[in-house]
């Protein structure tokens, strides 16, 4: 069976760092687009970052932008989550996700990912 597995997640205080990676069980996923999704207490599920196969192109959601780096190295077919200047409102469950369809685009939509792991927590006392 096909799984996702991040780790990484922690307490940190605010302004520090953290980076989660994110590794796939049962199958290969280096020419996939990966995506990072959270979830914080109460709300739904949002887009944070993106990265296509090659890495070449990269996508992130405004709240993120400047503070948060996704990165991926295929040889080790684990993507990254780099967070910096990490804020409060930061708080969540982290999940990583690959998209069974696409190389080379990214996208924002939760559906349009395929595979999903079970989540680290990250969270960010003030």
């Known amino acids: 069976q096909v799984q996702l597995v991040e780790s990484g997640g922690g307490l940190v205080t605010a302004g520090g760092s953290l980076r989660l990676s994110c590794a796939p069980s049962?199958?290969?996923?280096?020419?996939?687009?990966i995506g990072w999704f959270r979830q914080a207490p109460g709300k739904e599920r949002e887009f944070v970052a993106g990265i296509n196969g090659l890495g070449r192109r990269t996508y992130y959601a405004d709240s993120v932008k400047g503070r948060f780096t996704i990165s991926r190295d295929n040889a080790r077919n684990t993507v990254y989550l780099q967070m910096n200047s990490l804020k409060p409102e930061d708080t969540a469950v982290y999940y990583c996700?690959?998209?069974?369809?696409?190389?080379?685009?990214?996208?924002?939509?939760?559906?349009?990912?395929?595979?999903w792991g079970q989540g680290t927590q990250v969270t960010v006392s003030s």
């Open positions: 049962g199958r290969m996923f280096n020419s996939n687009t």
């Open positions: 996700a690959a998209d069974q369809q696409r190389t080379v685009g990214v996208v924002t939509t939760l559906g349009e990912y395929d595979y």
